[in-house]
């Protein structure tokens, strides 16, 4: 196989480092045998591209909007067909056409500058008229990855400008990278589209369904759920809750929770896997939606619930055999000074496969 090029991203919990770990703990370690994998959490869609690259067959799938658009460019679609001529184009108003500034206007001196603003309400309303969706997602792709980088933190959950506008010296952030200009970051995006955008010969496709009703069935099912600390009360929602409102734009002034400070879009919030009260009862009925396959879940020690109360849960299964295994320890972006965080992957093998 040749060298392996993984898409970039900024996207907290990603697996991207540590998806080759996984990916043989899987074929070797525990010789699973699969040819199909569903991916319930599909995020940043890491494994989903990573199994992709290793010739299975793949269903994506993510309760997100944006994340979907996600999944179809890099695991659906197998060209990319918007150059970067034709990215800079969109920025440009078209003459004749009245174009509205919902991020201008509710998004003032939060997350973006007034010019960066300006840029976004544009260029969202000339992709969104698109009709070519492989461009369209293209288009959609490099505005996400390029808004995550020139966030401090990689996302939308504070109103926090004002940090990276007056940011000098210190251990935390990348200024030269959050001030660089969404052209500049658009060049870098597309090169990458160029690369990554691959045919493995056979047919994989994108979905837009919340985990539990989820309808796709796969050999393997792989779930990287949302996981809490102690300390947080902050969802997966309010983190990514601007570019899900990108997304769905013209609905945009109907759905903000301006009681928030960072007026969190609410567009497809849900309490699904993201209560922690009620994690582990989601967790069963995901687990008896897909009785038939293997099941494969990325987790953390801790998180909450317990690595213990996982274990005790996937072990109540009898069509499972529950393998443990610690990957180290490994920090997401931002998050480094954890030195007893371990990523853990429960292998639930069916022993009727």
């Known amino acids: 196989m040749p060298d392996i090029v993984l898409p970039q991203t900024r996207y907290y919990g990603s697996k991207r480092k540590i998806v ?3 990916w043989n703990i899987l074929t070797n370690e525990a010789n699973l045998q699969f040819d199909s994998i569903l991916d319930v959490f599909g995020g940043s ?14 269903f994506y799938n993510d309760i997100f909007q944006f994340n979907f658009i996600i999944g179809k460019k890099l695991i659906e679609q197998n060209t990319n067909e918007l ?9 440009e108003r078209i003459q004749g056409v009245e174009y509205l500034n919902y991020i201008s206007e509710f998004y003032n001196d939060i997350y973006f500058t007034n010019e960066e603003n300006d ?17 369209q997602c293209s288009a959609l792709y490099i505005l996400f990855q390029s808004c995550l980088m020139k966030r401090p933190y990689n996302l939308f959950h504070r109103k926090n400008l004002n940090m990276r506008l007056n940011y000098t010296t210190g251990k935390f952030g990348n200024k030269q990278t959050w001030e660089r200009s969404f052209e500049e970051l658009f060049m870098r995006f597309i090169n990458e589209l160029d690369k990554v955008c ?29 996981y809490f600390k102690k300390e947080s009360t902050t969802s997966y929602h309010s983190k990514y809750h601007f570019l899900e409102g990108l997304v769905n734009y013209y609905n945009i002034p109907d759905n903000i929770n301006f009681n928030k400070n960072n007026r969190e879009i609410t567009i497809n919030a849900s309490r699904e896997f993201e209560d922690k009260t009620n994690f582990l009862n989601d967790l069963r009925t995901l687990i008896n939606n897909h009785l038939n396959s293997h099941i494969v879940i990325s987790y953390r020690n801790n998180g909450i619930p317990s690595i213990q109360a996982i274990y005790e849960l996937l072990r109540s299964f009898e069509v499972f055999e529950v393998l443990e295994y610690n990957l180290g320890q490994y920090n997401y972006a931002l998050n480094r000074n954890n030195n007893v965080n ?6 639930c093998k069916n022993i009727n496969r």
Do not use: M
């Open 198 to 226: 691959i045919d493995n010969g056979r047919i994989n496709t994108a979905h837009n369904f919340s985990a539990l009703n989820c309808p796709l069935n796969a050999d393997l099912v792989y779930i990287d759920p949302p």
């Open 342 to 347: 371990e990523e853990v992957l429960f292998v």
């Open 20 to 22: 080759d770990k996984i």
């Open 119 to 135: 840029q976004i309400d544009v260029y969202i309303q000339n992709v969104l008229a698109l009709d070519n969706e492989n461009i």
């Open 83 to 91: 150059t970067y001529e034709n990215a800079i184009s969109l920025f």
């Open 45 to 58: 869609a890491s494994f989903s591209y990573y199994s992709k690259l290793h010739n299975k067959q793949v």
